[in-house]
């Protein structure tokens, strides 16, 4: 199995400044024939389904605010808030979709500084 | 907007077997991918497996000989049974479509096993 190695585990950052979380997979996820990085974001809030924000690795889900982006390629990736909003407090997590089986990161905890 | 809904019984005894149903509503289940996830504290979040609306099906081998994914395209929803459950399968149980990451959820369902 791919393991997804996220850090920090969890991560306090105040109101309007930048929160970048990392995601290591343990091999490369980037497919040559199409230049994918087969890597998605979900957002967690307590009691909800985990929510998707980001899809090749970079690509915002319709309807996700302009201050999440994804970066990163091959087996090393990033999520970044660009400027921290309240409602942004959840845990979130980073999803492999290369082979089966799926696997997810442990999860990064956000919370306001 | 799809719309998915689990339902199945919130307590299991040990040794028996767990059947959730995901009812989508809003969209049809043709032409897409159906998956099952399960989340506990202990595992984080688990994909189980998923099925093509054609009926083939894949599984986490780590669950393989215990799983089986079905689906009904005629009433729009597709099935999990988990066999020979423990307390280890104490989770909420998600369905999600999506085969290029998992772009719609259900609320999920608390799944305890216990005697």
């Known amino acids: 199995d791919i393991v997804m190695t996220q850090s920090p585990d969890s991560l306090a950052v105040s109101l309007g400044e930048r929160a970048t979380i990392n995601c290591k997979s343990s091999q490369n996820i980037l497919y040559s024939s199409n230049n994918k990085n087969y890597l998605a974001w979900y957002q967690q809030k307590p009691g909800q389904p985990p929510k998707l924000l980001i899809y090749?690795?970079?690509t915002r889900q319709s309807g996700v605010p302009d201050r999440f982006s994804g970066s990163g390629s091959g087996a090393d990736f990033t999520l970044t808030i660009s400027s921290l909003q309240a409602e942004d407090v959840a845990v979130y997590y980073c999803?492999?979709?290369?082979?089966?089986?799926?696997?997810f990161g442990r999860g990064t905890k956000l919370e306001i500084k | 907007q799809v719309q998915l809904r689990e339902s199945g019984p919130g307590l299991v005894k040990p040794s028996e077997t767990v059947s959730l149903t995901c009812t989508v509503s809003?969209?049809?289940?043709?032409?897409?991918?159906w998956n099952w996830i399960r989340q506990s504290p202990g595992r984080g979040l688990e994909w189980i497996g998923s099925?093509?609306?054609?009926?083939?099906?894949n599984y986490n081998p780590s669950l393989r000989s215990r799983v089986t994914i079905s689906v009904d395209t005629s009433k729009n929803h597709f099935s999990l049974n988990l066999n020979s459950v423990t307390t280890a399968d104490t989770a909420v149980y998600y369905c999600?479509?999506?085969?290029?990451?998992?772009?719609?959820w259900g609320q999920g369902t608390l799944v305890a096993v216990s005697s």
């Open positions: 809003g969209g049809a289940i043709s032409g897409h991918y």
């Open positions: 999600a479509r999506g085969e290029i990451a998992l772009d719609s």
């Open positions: 090749w690795a970079s």
């Open positions: 999803q492999q979709y290369y082979t089966t089986p799926y696997t």
């Open positions: 099925v093509y609306y054609s009926g083939h099906a």
